[in-house]
Structures are given as structure tokens and as C-alpha cells.
T-cell receptor
Framework: DTAVSQTPKYLVTQMGNDKSIKCEQN?????MYWYKQDSKKFLKIMFS???????INETVPNRFSPKSPDKAHLNLHINSLELGDSAVYFC?????????????FGPGTRLTVL | DQQVKQNSPSLSVQEGRISILNCDYT??????FLWYKKYPAEGPTFLIS?????DKNEDGRFTVFLNKSAKHLSLHIVPSQPGDSAVYFCASTEGSNYKLTFGKGTLLTVNP
């Protein structure tokens, strides 16, 4: 009965390919996030959606495009993958968009670009 | 530009003793602070938080202390248990903001 789920858990692909990561939450939350944890271990916010509206869009290459078909889903599509995109990507959700609200994280997707 | 710094990448303590994890921040606008705990192959989970109007918040074995003048917070775990072994992330934010800024994490190992 997973609260925040992500698929796939592991993704290995070649440079230049396009890939997607899916995220679903069953908590009834109205806000969802994508974070990137790179080799330096920082967890950095990439995007946030509140009620399907984009509210955070950090300085992320426009090869990354989030899509929120409904409040329970937030997918991340990455075009023309580069070596530097290798990282663990975490999806999260919260009730309310304010940053002090507890965020619930998925298990992460480890992306390896060869 | 590391606004949240956890300068100890790792910490090892004996079961039953106190664990103290430290975090420093540089942004004076931060007014809310959170600790998240992460086990391998799992996402972070919320542990405890503190608002800048307080200097201490306690929840069972976990206590967070905030020293605003020093821009420093610490997480105390007493007594430490082997199940506490995990990576602990400090995070800070302005309450009116939408964005959390995380530190790099500290790996805590509690030895039986």
C-alpha cells in the first residue's frame, strides 16, 4: 500500500535517448515535486506542481519536462539524455504547497546514462 | 552556494549513547527547519521540525535545537538505537516559500 510510488526503480540508457519516470501518490495530496540527488548527495528541487499548476521551476535544462495529468500523478520526461543526468530522482508529495508542510517521498529512480 | 551545510559526512556512536548531528545555514531569511531520515534504497522520511520562534522541539528520543544567532541547529537522539542508522538530512526554508533547501546529509551508524 505504497503512498508515493515511482517507476521504474532503475533506468539504464544510452546518451541521446529520451526517457520518462512516472510518479503516483495515493495520499490525496495536492502538491507534488521532483528532486534530483546527484553524486555530491545534495537533494535539489527541480519542479513542483500544486493542483496541476507549476509553482517551482528551478534552473533545470529544458530537456526536462514535467507533466501532471492529475493531482495524483507527476511524470518527468527527459529528452536527449546526457552523462550528467545520471542521478537518483525522487518524487514527493505534500498537503499544501508551503515548504513547511511535510513531504512524503517515493523510493527514488536511479538513472544511469552510459 | 551551499545555504545548508552538514559538515560531518558520517558519525558513529554506540547503542544507548547520544547522537548529535549538526547543521549550519547561511540564509538569514530561513525561518523553518526540518530533519529527514533516509534508509538505503528508500526515500527520505520526515523526522522532526522547528520554527524559528522556538529554540527547542522534542519528540520522543529526538530533540532539535536551534541557535538563530549562530545559524546553527542540531538533532539529538537519545538513546541511540541500531535502527537509527541512516542518512539524516537537514532542510531549511522561508515559511512563505515553496522550496526546501537540503544539506548533503550525515550518515549515522549506531553500533550494537
Amino acid at each position: 500500500d505504497t503512498a508515493v510510488s515511482q517507476t521504474p526503480k532503475y533506468l539504464v540508457t544510452q546518451m541521446g535517448n529520451d526517457k520518462s519516470i512516472k510518479c503516483e501518490q495515493n495520499l490525496g495530496h495536492d502538491t507534488m515535486y521532483w528532486y534530483k540527488q546527484d553524486s555530491k548527495k545534495f537533494l535539489k528541487i527541480m519542479f513542483s506542481y500544486n493542483n496541476k499548476e507549476l509553482i517551482i521551476n528551478e534552473t533545470v535544462p529544458n530537456r526536462f519536462s514535467p507533466k501532471s495529468p492529475d493531482k495524483a500523478h507527476l511524470n518527468l520526461h527527459i529528452n536527449s539524455l546526457e552523462l550528467g543526468d545520471s542521478a537518483v530522482y525522487f518524487c514527493a508529495s505534500s498537503r499544501g504547497a508551503r515548504s513547511y508542510n511535510e513531504q512524503f517521498f517515493g523510493p527514488g529512480t536511479r538513472l544511469t546514462v552510459l | 552556494d551551499q545555504q545548508v551545510k552538514q559538515n560531518s559526512p558520517s558519525l558513529s556512536v554506540q547503542e544507548g549513547r547520544i547522537s548529535i548531528l549538526n547543521c549550519d545555514y547561511t540564509n538569514s531569511m530561513f525561518d523553518y527547519f526540518l530533519w529527514y531520515k533516509k534508509y538505503p534504497a528508500e526515500g527520505p522520511t520526515f523526522l522532526i521540525s522547528i520554527s524559528s520562534i522556538k529554540d527547542k522541539n522534542e519528540d520522543g528520543r529526538f530533540t532539535v535545537f536551534l541557535n538563530k544567532s549562530a545559524k546553527h541547529l542540531s538533532l539529538h537522539i537519545v538513546p541511540s538505537q541500531p535502527g537509527d542508522s541512516a542518512v539524516y538530512f537537514c532542510a531549511s526554508t522561508e515559511g512563505s516559500n515553496y522550496k526546501l533547501t537540503f544539506g548533503k546529509g550525515t550518515l549515522l551508524t549506531v553500533n550494537p
